[in-house]
Structures are given as C-alpha cells and as structure tokens.
T-cell receptor
Framework: NAGVTQTPKFQVLKTGQSMTLQCAQD?????MSWYRQDPGMGLRLIHY???????DQGEVPNGYNVSRSTTEDFPLRLLSAAPSQTSVYFC???????????FGDGTRLSIL | GENVEQHPSTLSVQEGDSAVIKCTYS??????FPWYKQELGKRPQLIID?????GEKKDQRIAVTLNKTAKHFSLHITETQPEDSAVYFC????????????FGAGTQVVVTP
C-alpha cells in the first residue's frame, strides 16, 4: 500500500524556471491538498481539491497552479520559480475533508 | 480567517516526565483539532485528533484536551521517552472549510535521558 507518493524528493532550480511537483495517491481519496513548510512557520496550505475537476486556493497560492484531472493525481506547478519558493512541499490526502490527512514524504525544493 | 498560535516553540523534558503543548485558535466555528508529529526529515504523521463534541481524548501515553469556551486545546504526553523527540504541530479546521487545516508554528520537543 503506497499511500501518498511524491516525486521528485529533491530538486534544484534556477530562478525563472518552471517545474511540476507530482503527487499520487492509491487510496481513492477525494480530498487532496498541497502545503509548503518553512522553518518556524508550520505548514501553510497552497491549493486543495475536493474531487476530480475541482480545485481551490489556500492560504499562499500565488506563483502556483494546480489541476485535478483524475482522483489519483494532483500535480503542483511552479510557473516561474523564485528564491522565495525554496521550501519543503508536502502533498496530503483524505477520504473526506473531515477525516485525518495522510501526508507524502515531501519534496525539498531549492531555487537559486 | 483562522489563526492558530502554539506554545512553547521549544520544550526540553527529562525522560519519564510529562510534556504539555498548548494551542489557541481564533475561529469559534472550528470543530476539528488534529495533532501531528514530525521527526527530522520525515512526513508529518497524525498522532491524535479531537472534535468539538468531546472535551478530552486519550490514546495510551498521549491525550488531548479541548476548551471550546476559551478556544484552546492542549497535547499531553506522559512518561516521555527519547523516541518522543520530534516537532509537534497542532491544527484546526471548521466544518464548512472542506478540511482546510490551519497549522500552528510547531513545538520542538527534546527528551533527554
């Protein structure tokens, strides 16, 4: 049972480059979300989805895009990377919004 | 929107002693309060959660209490062990927010033998 799988685990980008962080879950969860974790600031919600075709913004959505074409996948796109987006990114899923969220192992992203 | 404050930011305890972490929240409509443990370089993992229709919940050495009137909730770890060393996060969400969790800033707990 893989749970929530994130790829890549590490990535270094140059300012202005774009990339997609992948997130996949095999638990048939409807609810998925993306967080970023910065030192001393806990986890902050970037975007979330309550099902295929439905996404919405979280607390810090600027500079990021998401889409949800299938139940399993929820990719996060950085349009034009900036040093301020250096962070650890976590994807999470739950069966319903009111059930505990299961986190992936994270992607450590550095923007130079 | 919801604001969650967590204290202390660091906590050092002797093995066998108890540890208490406190969180306050601002939105009186919040009704779900999970606690996550994150070891260095690992994913956050749920250790216990509580909903607003109960005041206390226990799971072996871990307990959470909720005071809805004062809008605060606490994590209690008894008989601490070195493997309890980690960062602990509290969070809150409201029923109509589709699970949007607002996290506290975290507490670094160090258990010394």
């Amino acid at each position: 049972n893989a749970g929530v799988t994130q790829t890549p685990k590490f990535q270094v980008l140059k300012t202005g480059q774009s990339m997609t962080l992948q997130c996949a879950q095999d638990m048939n969860h409807e609810y998925m979300s993306w967080y970023r974790q910065d030192p001393g600031m806990g986890l902050r919600l970037i975007h979330y989805s309550v099902g295929a075709g439905i996404t919405d913004q979280g607390e810090v959505p600027n500079g990021y895009n998401v889409s949800r074409s299938t139940t399993e996948d929820f990719p996060l796109r950085l349009l034009s990377a900036a040093p301020s987006q250096t962070s650890v990114y976590f994807c999470a899923s739950s069966s319903t919004p009111r059930q505990p969220q299961h986190f992936g192992d994270g992607t450590r992203l550095s923007i130079l | 929107g919801e604001n969650v404050e967590q204290h202390p930011s660091t906590l050092s305890v002797q093995e066998g002693d108890s540890a208490v972490i406190k969180c306050t929240y601002s939105d009186s409509a919040s009704n779900y309060f999970p606690w996550y443990k994150q070891e260095l370089g690992k994913r956050p993992q749920l250790i216990i959660d509580i909903r607003s229709n109960v005041g206390e919940k226990k799971d072996q050495r871990i307990a959470v209490t909720l005071n809805k009137t004062a809008k605060h909730f606490s994590l209690h770890i008894t008989e601490t062990q070195p493997e309890d060393s980690a960062v602990y996060f509290c969070a809150a969400s409201r029923a109509d927010s589709w699970g949007k969790l607002q996290f506290g800033a975290g507490t670094q707990v160090v258990v010394t033998p």
